[in-house]
């Protein structure tokens, strides 16, 4: 009996690892920006600059939720249909672990969650996340140089992004010439790699487009509203606040992803913001730091009130099923 509870204990801190640390750098994170810069001083930016701002910028990310669910539910029609709210809830689920989760671990529970919920097999929901996330990262790149481009962009430069939105099309309406020739050229990891993407593609050119443009609406909307954030909150040229948005959604793509984006996030920010222009200058790098930090609580909040609504959507619609 003795032995019997340390090992209790042990089997919980392994189940519950990834909770603990998510939790411990949240807390950390949050007696960080007291010391820094006091939660009184981040309150007031977001009252300076207004609550219905705040609560139009909430809205606009809830409602880019609901697109990607969509989106899913367009991927695997059979198996979601009349079960839109119950998918909601999962795809804010998985939201939530891979923003809370470090180095993009979260991303494992999509298809878990895809076979317990609506018996999707792992294979075929891990190819689909695969071609979805090459969507978005292509789309996340066209949406934030769609904005550096408003600032200062001449005919060339809107050209090169013209052809660059398009390839996804041109890749799609290739895609046999092009597998066939890459089966041949790359080696065994790869090429498994690569059957993982052609199964997971769309199945035809209609179910093509409404994945593509659901994906281009979603990150234009989501880096439009970071940006207009970081207009208002760090008074940055428009450029600076797309390089910014850019910045700190790639600081969440990439493998070092910290725990809720603790650091990595409002980092990511900065240096995106920087890049693209915005001043140098203590006081004003001082400003861009709240600003990047107001932002990445945005993301938090929203991902947590996403994942709470819809859970009350899909028990509102299991409850409203059984009374039947």
């Known amino acids: 009996m003795m032995y019997e509870m340390p090992a209790r204990r042990k089997s919980w801190t392994k189940r519950h690892g990834a909770t603990l640390v998510t939790l411990g750098a949240v807390l950390a994170y949050g007696f960080f920006i007291e010391w820094f810069w006091g939660w009184g001083e981040i309150v007031r930016r977001w009252q300076d600059a207004g609550w219905a701002m705040l ?4 809205g606009l990310l809830l409602s880019t939720y609901v697109l990607r669910t969509w989106r899913i539910h367009d991927y695997f029609p059979t198996e979601t249909r009349g079960q ?6 999962l795809v804010q689920v998985h939201n939530l672990l891979n923003v809370m989760l470090p180095f993009r671990s979260g991303e494992v529970s999509f298809p878990l969650l895809m076979k317990q919920e609506f018996g999707v097999s792992f ?7 695969l071609v979805m996330r090459l969507f978005d990262l292509h789309a996340l790149l066209a949406a934030a ?20 939105a398009l390839l996804p099309a041109f890749g799609f309406a290739l895609r046999r010439p092009l597998f066939r020739l890459l089966h041949g050229t790359l080696p065994v990891k790869l090429q498994r790699m690569l059957g993982e993407v052609e199964a997971g593609l769309p199945l035809d050119t209609p179910a093509f487009i409404r994945a593509w443009l659901a994906t281009l609406i979603n990150w234009f ?22 390089g910014g948005a850019l910045g700190g959604e790639l600081s969440s793509v990439l493998p070092v992803h910290a725990p809720g984006g603790i650091g990595t996030y409002p980092a990511g920010i900065i240096a995106g913001a ?9 006081g004003a790098l001082g400003v861009l730091g709240r600003a990047s930090v107001n932002a990445h609580l945005l993301i938090i909040v929203s991902s947590v009130v996403g994942t709470l ?16």
């Open 55 to 58: 609560c139009t910028a909430m």
């Open 84 to 89: 839109f709210p119950r998918l909601l809830r």
């Open 123 to 129: 294979t075929r929901a891990s190819a689909a996340l």
């Open 145 to 164: 140089g769609a904005g550096l481009l408003l600032e200062k962009g001449g005919l060339l430069l809107w050209v090169g992004w013209v052809l660059f």
């Open 221 to 242: 909307v989501k880096i439009a509203v970071l940006a207009w954030v970081l207009l208002l909150l760090a008074d940055i040229p428009l450029g600076s606040a797309f």
């Open 274 to 282: 920087l890049g693209s222009g915005a001043d140098h200058k203590e």
């Open 309 to 324: 609504l819809s859970m009350l959507v899909a028990r509102g619609r299991a409850e409203g099923s059984s009374d039947r």
